[in-house]
């Protein structure tokens, strides 16, 4: 697969300005014209394999140091926070904040650092990454690893291959060796007999206990976490270490995803689901089948082929529920739009999932930006009874560039040009798309204008330019 351009304005600026050179200096240097260094620092072009090797051997640059996390989680971010109502009247426009996050990057940080930790995360709409709120700080610590943790994806198709030797059935192998090696069986027990409870360890009679309500991929999945802790606890409490959360609470949301990461990699090894992938066109359902998980695991296991010399496609995901509530999302490779903010449009087809049991709803959107994504979206049911015998339902939603979607068996007969898209938004209070029918609210920060001699497809009506 071919990898995601590389755009790194920023980095370069600061590299050039720390080794106190000009942009014709360091152009020189680089056997580059000042003229297109002066487009790369603004992100106007993307960094080269060329122009990578020729930093590393005349700056002592690490590649990976140019791919750092743009400031205040880039532009999408940033303009949520400047959409405040509290600057409404500075008129900013969009071509104002990229220019900020290109020559100042270090004072954007800073602000958005200060807006979120005064916010709360709560006051500027769905702005991510508050400095206080630990399901958002460990978001930021997954998306910048782009949710790929290779060490512990080698360490999991190690055991996958190695348990594979002693039986084909891979729940019945994890079970074994809980048995044989860690002196723990596992027991599916009623659910009234451990009400509101998916999984135990009880140490005392030393099994892992199961609730009936768990499919045979959510069993396989439970054992597989259980293994995790048991024998990679060492590498996942580094991988945590290694974030400086200094708060409990992150760290063991942050271990508990880890955990999950490696339950899902053991069940789905690397290589072995890409090549079913590519080879099926990502056929959801086959992938389901051939690996005996979930949609959702899948999915999910989507968003983590990132390996270098070996990657996916850059799927990215989101789970919400019917009101539109947003409890999981992973921008992937792509950084994607839709993964980044807490509410989604009305018109985007993960909502009529709910309608539609187990079928996968296919859609070409475009979004403001004019970025065109082919997306994926199906109901998924939680296990077990909750409060007045409810069950839990969310929405998964899946997409990939239009570069990229092709390649996919959902793509066949669809028309991937942009009259086949349908144009959303990222949620009413920060779309500027002005003749939508949907709109149930105006955008932040935008004036609104009245005229009693007519009515548009929308009762608010505002200034765009």
Not at 25 to 52: G, H, K, T
Request: glycine share 10%; charged share 25%; aromatic share 8%.
């Amino acid at each position: 697969m071919v990898d995601a351009s590389l755009h790194a304005g920023p980095a370069l600026r600061r590299l050039r300005r720390n080794a106190g050179l000009t942009q014709a200096a360091m152009a020189e240097r680089l056997d580059i014209s000042p003229s297109y260094l002066n487009l790369l620092e603004r992100n106007l072009r993307p960094v080269s394999a060329r122009l990578m090797l020729a930093l590393a051997e005349r700056f002592d640059v690490d590649p990976r140091d140019l791919t750092g996390d743009e400031p205040g989680g880039g532009l999408g971010p940033m303009r949520r926070r400047l959409a405040d109502p509290a600057f409404a009247d500075l008129g900013i426009e969009p071509g104002e904040i990229e220019d900020w996050l290109v020559s100042s990057p270090g004072t954007a940080a800073a602000f958005a650092r200060l807006f979120d930790r005064v916010q709360g995360g709560a006051g500027a709409g769905p702005v991510a990454g508050a400095v206080d709120d630990p399901v958002a700080r460990v978001r930021s610590e997954i998306e910048r690893w782009r949710n790929h943790f290779a060490d512990l994806d080698h360490a999991a198709e190690e055991l996958a291959d190695a348990l594979r030797l002693q039986s084909g059935d891979l729940y019945s192998a994890i079970a074994e060796r809980l048995r044989t090696k860690h002196q723990l069986a596992i027991r599916i027990l009623p659910e009234n007999v451990m009400p509101g409870r998916l999984r135990r360890l009880d140490l005392h009679a030393r099994q892992l206990q199961l609730s009936e309500m768990l499919d045979m991929a959510s069993r396989t999945f439970q054992a597989a976490y259980l293994l995790g802790q048991l024998e990679y606890r060492a590498d996942v409490n580094a991988l945590v270490a290694g974030a400086q959360f200094g708060d409990r609470t992150a760290e063991r949301l942050y271990q508990r995803h880890i955990f999950s990461y490696f339950a899902a990699a053991l069940m789905m090894p690397y290589g072995r689901f890409l090549r079913a992938c590519e080879q099926s066109g990502y056929d959801m359902l086959l992938l389901q089948r051939r690996f005996g998980a979930g949609f959702e695991h899948v999915a999910h296991r989507l968003t983590t082929l990132q390996r270098v010399g070996q990657r996916g496609l850059g799927f990215f995901m989101v789970r919400v529920d019917r009101a539109g509530q947003v409890s999981k999302r992973f921008g992937g490779a792509n950084r994607a739009p839709l993964a980044d903010t807490e509410v989604t449009c009305p018109l985007w087809h993960l909502h009529q999932a709910f309608s539609r049991p187990s079928q996968v709803q296919v859609q070409l959107v475009e979004l403001e930006d004019g970025s065109r994504w082919l997306t994926l979206a199906r109901s998924v049911q939680g296990a077990g009874y909750g409060a007045g015998g409810t069950t839990a339902e969310f929405a998964i939603g899946l997409g990939v560039g239009i570069d990229q979607a092709a390649t996919l068996c959902y793509a066949r007969g669809l028309d991937l040009s942009a009259a086949g898209a349908t144009r959303i938004g990222p949620g009413c209070a920060m779309c500027k798309r002005g003749d939508c029918p949907q709109r149930s609210k105006p955008p932040l920060g935008i004036r609104l204008k009245f005229d009693d001699r007519e009515r548009g497809v929308t009762p608010f009506d505002f200034v765009t330019d």
